[in-house]
């Protein structure tokens, strides 16, 4: 398991990735260009992977790793907003959650852990679309 990459990290590659150079990316995510620069820079290094190189006119080209880095990043995000969604109404006690949260994978990951949970009555995952809102 590497323990050195944080969500930072896929935010920013896939940021240069999305915005294909490391200028718009920066102004995208509002920080500095070598700041950026530099987290791309030692992301690659402690994986030892190569995403993209930069072409003389400061655009990068993918790699094979950077093309498949795209939707594995993303899928992380995504699975991070939806275990920060899924907390927070957890600890709301409502369990209300939105019908593309309730549908997508990461919930069906976690339907083990929350039906473990002692105050389950409310149980979205057992629910059809409208009643999940009932919640």
């Known amino acids: ?12 590659v896939l940021a240069i990735i999305e915005h294909m150079g490391l200028r718009a990316a920066a102004e995208h ?3 500095a260009e070598p700041n950026l620069s530099v987290q791309a820079k030692q992301f690659q290094e ?3 992977i190569q995403l993209f190189r930069r072409a003389k006119d400061g655009r990068i080209q993918l790699t094979k790793t950077g093309v498949a880095f795209k939707p594995i990043a993303q899928g992380l995000l995504d699975a991070r907003e939806e275990a920060i969604a899924a907390l927070i109404a957890v600890d ?22 929350l039906s473990s949970v002692k ?3 409310c149980r979205p995952w057992d629910r059809g679309p409208a009643e999940r809102l009932a919640c």
């Not at 990459?5 to 920013?12: G, L, N, S, V």
């Open 46 to 48: 402690n994986l030892a």
């Open 119 to 121: 105050d389950n009555s």
């Open 29 to 31: 995510l509002r920080t």
């Open 92 to 113: 709301r006690a409502h369990v209300l959650c939105p019908i593309d949260l309730c549908a997508g994978p990461f919930w069906r990951r976690i339907r083990l852990i």
């Open 1 to 12: 398991m590497n323990n050195w990459a944080e969500f930072r990290h896929f935010k920013y």
